[in-house]
């Protein structure tokens, strides 16, 4: 059965910090693996996708990389604003087990001005 | 701006009661993603269909809750009778299996709470 975990499950930092998220997986056969922001009271909004072939992807300040053999993801958010004060989520989408996309708890960012 | 839309956003119902929740995926996609999120438990799936056909159900509890798709644009999970431990956010998404790419559009929510 396919186990996503986060760390650290909640994060503070100041404005202006570069800050890395962490996402582990404990079967390595992924198909692909979404980041996810949501904010209190919202839906989830969609950050990256990276397929199980690729090692990073970027967006705006946003970086995420992809190393399947050691069952880890990091998500890299640059010169953090308090606008991306949010709880990020990662979801694996796993070869072995259906087709769904299994989730981590989430890691709660707060970046304070 | 396509999305996935929810109704209702709010629900506040009684034990016992059926509720029925409503999601409208996004036009073309054939996937559909039923997930509960608690602060116990987190997101946890419950059901998803492909081209309107249940793929994977086991998330659900089978002798209470039920999910269809009576055509392309409604999805539907109901719950009979409800109860108290069933309080929770209620998030469908909706997908398209694409050429290596699959993600996944949540619609906002419905916030179900039994008393």
């Known amino acids: 059965k396919q186990e996503v975990t986060q760390i650290p499950a909640a994060l503070s930092v100041p404005e202006g910090e570069n800050l890395v998220l962490n996402c582990s997986f404990t079967?390595?056969?992924?198909?692909?693996l979404q980041w996810f922001r949501q904010d209190p009271g919202k839906g989830l909004t969609s950050l990256l996708l990276i397929q199980s072939s690729q090692r990073e992807q970027t967006s705006g300040r946003l970086n995420a990389s992809l190393d399947k053999s050691s069952g880890r993801s990091t998500l890299y958010i640059a010169a953090s604003q308090p606008g991306d004060s949010a709880t990020y989520l990662c979801a694996v989408r796993s070869d072995n087990y259906g087709q769904n996309f299994v989730f981590g708890p989430g890691t709660r960012l707060s970046v304070l001005p | 701006d396509a999305r996935v839309t929810q109704t209702p956003r709010h629900k506040v119902t009684e034990m016992g009661q059926e509720v029925t929740m409503r999601c409208q995926p996004i036009?073309?996609?054939?996937?559909v993603f039923w997930y509960r999120q608690t602060m116990m438990q987190g997101l946890e799936l419950l059901a998803y269909f492909r081209n309107r056909a249940p793929l994977d159900d086991s998330g659900m509890p089978k002798d209470r809750f039920s999910a269809e798709m009576p055509d392309a644009t409604l999805a539907t999970l109901k719950i009979q009778p409800s109860e108290p431990r069933d309080s929770a956010v209620y998030f469908c998404?909706?997908?398209?299996?694409?050429?290596?790419?699959?993600?996944?559009?949540f619609g906002p929510g419905t916030r179900l709470t039994v008393t």
């Open positions: 998404a909706s997908g398209t299996p694409g050429q290596g790419t699959y993600e996944q559009y």
């Open positions: 079967d390595s056969a992924i198909y692909n």
């Open positions: 036009l073309g996609h054939n996937t």
